[in-house]
């Protein structure tokens, strides 16, 4: 059976190794080895994560079976001041998708969202990402386009994707 549950910031490593687990095999395909290595250090360094937490109002919700962590999804109500919440990070285990899990993060991050008078979910994908097929499946749509420079000639290409709630 999967819990879902808050992270504390004593979790925030387990987020990481999940990320650095995860990316290689999510991102060979779309992106280079390099980009791979920068992104994970500016993204899942652990200040960084600590700072996403305590001061930027995200909310990271962890997925365990057992005694095995396998993925997390993190989050921030009333984004950019909007009744929408937005889902900055989801990512399991490889061995652990296509089990219910991430649909299971993404259900809860809903009832918060619906507990917060959210109107809507919104989150970034890369467009070549497999993952698309996933949101789609759990009721997301493809609202729009964005190109994000991330510094050292790196971008970012994604969909926006939308799901009312």
Known sequence: MTVIFEAEPEHLSAVRDI????WPSTYKDIVSQEQIEYMLERMYDLSELQHQMTHKGYVFLIAKVEESILGFI????NYKNQPQTKIHKIYLLPQS???GIGK??????????QLAQNQQLILNVNRKNKAVQFYEKVGFIATATEDIDIGRGYLMQDF???KTV
Request: charged residues 10%.
């Open 74 to 77: 993190s989050y921030e109500l």
């Open 160 to 162: 926006i994707m939308t």
């Open 104 to 113: 299971a993060l993404i259900d809860q991050v809903v009832l918060a969202a």
């Open 97 to 99: 998708q296509g089990r």
């Open 19 to 22: 990320a650095y687990q995860t």
